[in-house]
């Protein structure tokens, strides 16, 4: 008979993921609005996600913006005014300091509140823009601009041509951003690639953890929800990020 493992360091998933990353070199992230529940910006599905009863298919498209800019402008407004009173939680506080902790980091967010930036992460990649970054609907050539007034209620137009002004956010049916998609594709060669706070039903996003383990990466999920990328995860940890991600530093801490 073999002498049985100490039962805490199979049964708690928080010492496997440290020991892990404490062997890591190169460490990739991939965030998305969980990540901020605990700021109080509320996620896009699931309970409490929608607004007004719109699900976000129906309002994050140019057509939905060309049918009825007010309504898709009356929703970022709510957004933007949620963001402007959020400030970053524990989770985006142990991701900063994990920026600065190992050789390779990179933080892919789906995330567009910038509460990443704020908690002083270094390699983010927005891979869906910035909601306080507007553009032209006509692509009058004006370049996009920062506009963090939270208070929308005349709708923002282009400076140059007077044209209605859009949210710098990529919506559905369009391309991320290129350099955005190619940094995230080059961060999926790593030691570690750890997800959290994503429904993972959005692509391109959803597949970056998939393709991060065929490349050999050791992946996590952390997620108090399954999703669809949980069976196919080497460690899926059932919890909120700002509790679990709190975990694991302390004991990567303590591995140091
Ligand atoms: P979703 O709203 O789809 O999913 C949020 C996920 O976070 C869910 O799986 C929740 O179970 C999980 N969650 C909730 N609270 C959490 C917590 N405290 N800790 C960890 N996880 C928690 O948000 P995204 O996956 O980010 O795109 O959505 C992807 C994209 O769909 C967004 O970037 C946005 C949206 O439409 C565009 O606007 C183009
Ligand atoms: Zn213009």
């Known amino acids: ?61 140019a057509a939905a913006f060309s049918r009825d800019p007010v309504t898709v402008w009356e929703w970022y407004a709510w957004r933007r005014q949620k963001i402007a009173a959020a400030a970053p939680n524990a989770a985006h506080t142990v991701l900063a300091r994990w920026s600065r902790r190992f050789d390779a980091f990179t933080l892919v967010t789906q995330n567009v509140d910038g509460l990443h930036e704020q908690a002083g992460t270094k390699g983010v990649v927005g891979f869906h823009g910035s909601i306080w970054r507007l553009r032209c609907t006509q692509n009058c050539g004006a370049p996009e601009w920062e506009d963090r007034d939270a208070d929308q209620s005349a709708l923002p137009h282009c400076g140059s041509c007077g044209s209605l002004a859009r949210p710098g956010v990529v919506w559905f049916g369009e391309e991320i951003p290129t350099e955005a998609l190619e940094a995230a594709i080059g961060a999926l060669d790593c030691d570690v690639c750890l997800v959290a706070g994503t429904s993972s039903v959005v692509t391109p996003a959803a597949g970056l953890v998939e393709e991060a383990r065929r490349r050999g990466a050791y992946t996590i999920e952390i997620n108090p929800e399954a999703t669809p990328v949980t069976g196919g995860v080497d460690l899926a940890i059932a919890g909120r990020a700002e509790e679990v991600l709190v975990e694991i530093d302390e004991k990567l801490s303590v591995e140091r």
Not at 21 to 49: D, E, K, M, Q, Y
Request: charged share 20%; net charge positive.
């Open 1 to 61: 008979m073999r002498a049985a493992r100490p039962a805490r360091l199979i049964a708690d998933p928080a010492i496997r993921a440290a020991e892990k990353l404490s062997a890591a070199r190169r460490v990739t992230v991939i965030t998305g609005a969980g990540v901020s529940a605990a700021s109080g910006i509320p996620t896009f599905r699931g309970p409490g996600g929608l607004w007004k009863n719109h699900r976000p298919e129906s309002l994050a498209t």
